[in-house]
């Protein structure tokens, strides 16, 4: 589609304001209408409607408080048709534009924008999948959650599942674009190595797949953030196959001494053992009698096999661990998700989460193992804040195969683990009290974990490591959180986006810059 030159001044003077020209909310809304989209709703034509359907996946209630600014026009689109036309009326009328898949942005960044005036465009509706058993492949609509794409693989088969995160109302619109860590990263990489084509309305308005974008697009679309390239549309990816039974398994221990002597052999052990295992560990803070507290993990994950199996192979390499045949659970793939996920296997495909919560979050990623004294320093933090807990997750196996610029992802081989730090909580008058602590938690871990850079991960996206308003950001200033999340990839992902969104019009305040 050709757009006339009004509308380039426009696109140009929007990423150098930050402020739509001709910003005609009527104009909008009658293109919009001219091109037969109806689903789209107001602040001031349906306030009810607009709040709830805001509301209804933005995750983190940082981001539901008075200040934030909210989407002038919120559009719901049926139809990949309609996702384009929305694209095309959006940069016609000088909109900027916000892409929503499952809204579990930890910034909130598929809900928000430093523009007064903006439009999100919100693919809840776009949730199909379509399974081919034939060529063990599905396309997923990217408005589908992967609650909704597991569901739709086990109806078809019990011998294949697929590589995504836990949590089940995710999108795997924005959680593919990030790259999608899983209880299968060890066996199968991340859910972005496992892509193998997608549909992308880029920022001409012009609907392409992977032989029409070329290479360096369909690269950066996979690992490389969302809200950066474009709206993906749907994604074709490849099954992978898993046995009839698998065994998950949650195994608690309690104490200072226990939890430190514990987590520090698992360090050396759960990335190396063979890819059929992930073993995760929580760490968090306990409530004891009085006023005392201690420290607690969960070794919680899946082995690829049968519980007598699984047994052997930790008993024999991580004895200390000392699990037993009753913390496991021996089940159907599409069972062990919903166990992980702490729902049945019926609610996998509901969309909604009624316990949502204020949070924080940052990650890091280990390079040699933390000495007890460094652990024991971290417990004191989980001890003084019983509301924070940090997530160790193991790589190696087939992370460890996949090169380090093979997509933007770059934390594979020589990364022991991924750490993720989070503090959740229900009261907003005390935002501050917990950031100000997760802060501190952040700056304490620095001589433990990696370095130049501080590797970070997109998908949980932290502005704490540099932000510019409206993505506004010049190439230098936005390395520093670019080369934490991409590292060397950092640059080809600058030379892809300056190629296919000159004018920057798919940004946010994190988003990959253009090179003026
Ligand atoms: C409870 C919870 C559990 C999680 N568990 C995991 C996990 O197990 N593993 C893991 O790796 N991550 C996990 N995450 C992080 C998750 O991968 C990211 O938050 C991811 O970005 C969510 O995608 P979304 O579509 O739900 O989010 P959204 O908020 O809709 O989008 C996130 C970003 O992607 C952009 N985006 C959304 N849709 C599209 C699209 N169609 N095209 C282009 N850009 C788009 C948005 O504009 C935004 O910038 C978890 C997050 C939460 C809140």
Redesign the pocket.
């Known amino acids: 589609m050709a757009f006339s030159r009004v509308s380039l001044l426009c696109i140009a003077l929007l990423a150098i304001s930050g402020w739509a020209c001709a910003q005609d909310a009527p104009g909008l809304m009658s293109c919009l209408q001219q091109k037969g989209i109806t689903n789209f709703t107001t602040s001031s034509s349906a306030p009810s409607m607009y709040t709830s359907m805001l509301y209804f996946s933005l995750?983190n209630l940082r981001f539901t408080e008075p200040g934030v600014l909210r989407p002038f026009v919120l559009i719901l689109p049926r139809t990949k048709q309609e996702v384009v036309k929305s694209v095309r009326c959006c940069i016609r009328q000088g909109w900027e534009i916000?892409?929503?898949?499952?809204?579990?942005?930890?910034e909130g960044?598929?809900s928000t924008s430093d523009a007064r005036n903006f439009a999100l465009i919100d693919?809840m509706n776009i949730a199909d999948v379509k399974v081919d058993m034939k060529s063990k492949t599905a396309w997923v609509e990217?408005g589908a959650t992967v609650g909704e794409l597991y569901s739709a693989v086990a109806e078809k088969s019990t011998e294949y599942g697929v590589a995504a995160?836990?949590?089940p109302t995710?999108?795997t619109?924005?959680?593919f674009?990030?790259?999608?860590?899983?209880l299968l990263s060890r066996k199968y990489g991340l859910a972005a190595d496992n892509i193998i084509d997608a549909l992308l309305v880029d920022a001409n308005g012009r609907l392409l797949d992977r032989k029409s974008m070329g290479e360096d697009l369909f690269w950066a679309l996979r690992g490389g953030g969302?809200?950066s390239?474009?709206?993906?549309?749907a994604w074709k990816i490849q099954l992978l196959k898993v046995p009839p039974k698998v065994t998950v398994f949650t195994v608690k221990r309690t104490g200072r001494d226990q939890v430190t002597e514990l987590v520090h052999r698992w360090q050396s052990i759960a990335p190396f053992l063979e890819e059929d295992l992930f073993i995760r560990v929580f760490i968090y803070g306990t409530q004891l009698q009085g006023d005392h507290t201690d420290v607690q993990l969960t070794f919680s994950g899946m082995y690829l096999g049968r519980q007598d199996q699984l047994l052997n192979v930790v008993n024999k390499n991580f004895p200390e661990m000392g699990m037993a045949a009753g913390e496991c659970n021996e089940t159907s793939w599409i069972d062990s998700i919903s166990y992980t996920a702490y729902t049945t296997t019926a609610d996998l495909v509901s969309r909604s989460n009624p316990n949502k919560m204020y949070f924080k979050a940052k990650s890091d990623f280990v390079t040699s193992p933390i000495p007890p004294s460094g652990l024991q320093g971290a417990w004191k933090f989980l001890e003084e804040e019983l509301k924070g807990f940090i997530i160790f997750a193991p790589q190696g196996g087939r992370m460890y195969e996949i090169q380090p610029s093979e997509i933007p992802f770059p934390h594979r081989a020589g990364y022991l683990y991924n750490i993720q730090y989070q503090v959740t909580w229900k009261d907003s008058t005390k935002d501050s009290q917990y950031m100000d602590w997760m802060r501190r938690f952040y700056a304490y871990m620095t001589p433990y974990v990696s370095k130049s850079p501080r590797a970070a991960y997109v998908?949980?996206i932290d502005l704490d490591l540099g932000s510019a308003p409206n993505g506004t950001a010049t190439v230098q200033e936005a390395r520093s959180w670019g080369e934490s999340y991409f590292g060397a990839n950092y640059d080809r992902l600058v030379t892809v986006k300056t190629k296919i969104d000159p004018y920057n019009v798919f940004r946010?305040a994190q988003s990959i810059p253009v090179k003026k």
């Open positions: 995750q916000r892409v929503r898949s499952g809204g579990h942005s930890y960044l598929s693919l990217a995160g836990t949590c995710m999108g619109g924005g959680h674009s990030g790259g999608g860590m899983s969302g809200g390239w474009g709206i993906v549309v998908n949980y946010n």
